[in-house]
């Protein structure tokens, strides 16, 4: 009979086991809905998302227009650092990674170009501010040897960009087709299921959260065109170009257009579409005839979906939840610790 070996412990190669990284020092700009998710899942799924990472991600300091809130919020973190201005955030010497979380297009711009020339790289979720000044600021960061990523941009935690970019990146993409505003789709669903008109379901949708007070980029369409610019530059290599999008919004829709679609077996879509033909690559974001059994016809409420046509795989599909603070944040946080990795 053989014996069982014995393991003992190796003193030695522990002590030579290499030192664990650094940790990864993130400073917040914004701390409304997404940043407050931020902290709230990095918090709770620390470990596990160092042990992915390979080392640790840190909140070291946040810029906020509403410090009180914040400060409830932060109790119990004493290294973090509350700051007034986001451009002090933007040069601190500590802070390795800036989220720019606050929204808005002009003053963003600035916070991220800053980050960017001190040396930070940048996450956000800023739509709006990629789709108006995107190119100036991936030409910032490659100028500066930075990461600027994006992937909560667009379908909030569905990891759509990284289909594109990483899943698919063999491929031809022929067309993308979604729908990317849970806004837009929560009162569609609400019209089609309970005939409810445009400003009801409106007022609903904003009662709960899932519309914001001034709504107009939600129902006219410039959110999810701002999304299919975002999606188009990463599928087809093109500029981003918000102008070159037809966009049409759904707030002249009314209660029976969506009965009688629904009697003739199509539910009624606020639809993104990019579409690969002849004369380029063509943009669309209208409301569009889908029919019932279409995954796209059964995303209900604020769930976000993307089919994606390709010449190797074909047919993909992803959807899932498309707004809120933590599905938003799961998208930061998967940015951030591809960022962690980098050697």
């Not at 002090?88 to 600035?110: K, N, Y």
């Not at 739509?127 to 909030?156: D, F, I, P």
Request: glycine share 10%.
């Amino acid at each position: 009979m053989f014996a069982e070996p014995q393991l003992s412990p190796l003193p030695e190669a522990r002590a030579h086991a290499p030192a664990q990284p650094p940790a990864l020092r993130v400073g917040i700009i914004g701390m409304g809905t997404v940043g407050s998710g931020v902290w709230r899942v990095l918090r709770r799924n620390q470990a596990l998302i160092a042990a992915r990472a390979g080392r640790p991600i840190e909140i070291v300091a946040v810029a906020t227009r509403t410090p009180a809130r914040a400060a409830a919020m932060l109790v119990g973190a004493p290294g973090v650092r509350l700051l007034a201005d986001p451009l002090h955030l933007a040069a601190d010497p500590v802070v390795d990674v800036v989220l720019e979380l606050a929204g808005g297009t002009s003053t963003a711009r600035d916070w991220v170009l800053a980050a960017l020339a001190h040396g930070k790289h940048v996450v956000t979720a800023n739509k709006a501010l990629l789709a108006t000044h995107g190119e100036e600021l991936a030409a910032a960061a490659a100028r500066h040897g930075r990461v600027l990523a994006y992937e909560a941009a667009v379908a909030g935690g569905v990891p759509v960009i990284k289909a594109l970019r990483e899943g698919l990146v063999g491929n031809r993409i022929l067309s993308l087709a979604g729908v990317l505003n849970g806004t837009s789709n929560y009162i569609l669903t609400r019209m089609q299921a309970h005939g409810l008109g445009f400003a009801a379901a409106l007022t609903e949708a904003q009662a709960l959260g899932y519309a914001e007070a001034d709504p107009t980029f939600d129902v006219d369409g410039t959110d999810t065109a701002h999304k299919l610019t975002l999606l188009a530059a990463n599928a087809f290599g093109m500029p981003l170009r918000p102008d070159a999008v037809h966009v049409e919004g759904i707030s002249d829709l009314q209660p029976g257009d969506l009965a009688a679609a629904a009697q003739l077996g199509y539910a009624v879509k606020l639809l993104a579409v990019a579409r690969r033909d002849a004369d380029g690559v063509q943009l669309h974001v209208h409301p569009a005839l889908v029919p019932q059994r279409h995954p796209l016809a059964q995303l209900d409420g604020a769930t976000n979906g993307l089919r994606v046509q390709a010449d190797a795989v074909g047919d993909m599909f992803y959807s899932g939840a498309g707004a809120g603070g933590e599905p938003t944040a799961s998208a930061v946080l998967a940015d951030l610790v591809d960022l962690a990795r980098l050697p």
